[in-house]
């Protein structure tokens, strides 16, 4: 699950396999922490829409997607249409791990999996976005409907979570074998089985995409702080909320100050940072330097190379 990281595989070591189990069921929902899922990387007859070469495998195989991931709920909170979605349709303050573990699984497939099951991920949240209908009030005053498979709603749900996976890859440190454009080009691909077929190719037309979001749609309203306010400090125990409040705050740290500002966060020190990086080391050291899901894509594509 690790990036360029020089920190010794303790996956297999009794004190901390036990810890490494648990925080793997956290995320995947399993509680042996391999979902049934999972071995589908294991099937197909193809190597998906990336590859063990690709700027994809190397981002999502790092652990710094998890304050990523924290990253782009942050910044999608800023989107009015995205906002009102999540509040109206989901149940986030209530499961909110199942929902992290839902978002899991079409990441991991589509970043891993053989196109054949892509797809089949891909259909399951196209029906689910189908039922995510509903209206908000924009920035110009004016009620608005909106649709989760509208290409707006698409297209920012799409650049929140690559500048996310993005900006905390590079700004904790971990350094490209490839290129951060073709990360972005590559990862567009990603959300073509989901109706968007004009997402950003590169770093700069990323870029510009944003600020045209923060120019016409992005804004604060009550719902937005409270929703951050939820995901700065969502109900986990002690133990657990303890290093998700440093990734958290390095998520914050990684926002620009526009973006920051508008969702009611102050600004954080690179201390965060750093003390993501170290926790982030231990998590790869004790869950491996590759997910279960990662292995068995590796394993479906040796034998295809054979």
Known sequence: ????????????????????????????????????????MLEGEDEGYFGPESAVWEVHGCVSTIVGGIRALLLQAAHPAALAGVAEHSRYQEDPLGRLAGTTKWLTITSFGAKEFIEKEAKRVNEMHSRVTGSYIGKDGQRHEYAAKQSEYLMWVHCAFTDGFLKTYEMLGYKFKTSADQYVREWAESAVPLGLTDAPKSVTELEAKLTEFRERSLLSNTTTLNVVKFIMKPPFTKLGLIPFTIFANAAVATLDSRDRELLGLKKRGRVWLKLSRVILEFLSAILGHESPSQKFARQRIARLRK
């Open 1 to 40: 699950m690790a990036n360029n990281s020089q920190v010794p595989d303790l996956s297999n070591f009794p004190l901390t396999k036990p810890l490494a189990n648990r925080f793997r069921e956290v995320v995947s929902g399993s509680k042996d922490g391999t979902p049934k899922w999972a071995y589908q």
